[in-house]
C-alpha cells in the first residue's frame, strides 16, 4: 500500500510472552552503534535484545503515538508531521515507557 499522507503509517505488535499484560520498554536514540536518527525499543529487564528498531521517518509518527506522542496541531504537510515525531523521540530517548500489550497484538504505550 503506498503511503499517500501522514496518517497512513501502521504500527507493529511488540512480542510479548505474556498472553495479556505489559511490557516494561526503554526508548534508545541511536542505539548499538547505529546513526543517530534510528530509535530502539528494548525491554528494561533485558537491555541487550531490542524488541523493534525504527530507521525509517514514515515509522517516527507510529513509534511516537505508541509511547503517548499525539500531534499538538494538524500539521500542514508530511514533512512537519515527520520533524514533529522525531523531535518528540529524541526528547524521550532514554525514558522508560509502559506498553500494555493484549493478545490481539494492540499496544497502548504510557510513560
Not at 11 to 28: F, H, K, M, N, Q
Amino acid at each position: 500500500m503506498a503511503r499517500t499522507g501522514f496518517k497512513d503509517y501502521k504500527t507493529r505488535p511488540i512480542p510479548t510472552d505474556d498472553a495479556d499484560g505489559s511490557e516494561r520498554v526503554v526508548l534508545v536514540c541511536g542505539p548499538e552503534g547505529s546513526p543517530n536518527f534510528c530509535f530502539g525499543l528494548y525491554r528494561v529487564d533485558e537491555p541487550h535484545g531490542c524488541l523493534e528498531f525504527v530507521q525509517s521517518d514514515w515509522d517516527y509518527p507510529g513509534l511516537a503515538s505508541r509511547l503517548g506522542w499525539g500531534p499538538g496541531t494538524e500539521p500542514e504537510d508530511v514533512d512537519a508531521h515527520l520533524a514533529e515525531a522525531y523531535d518528540w523521540l529524541v526528547a524521550h530517548d532514554g525514558e522508560e515507557f509502559e506498553l500494555e500489550v493484549t493478545t490481539d497484538g494492540e499496544q497502548d504505550g504510557r510513560a
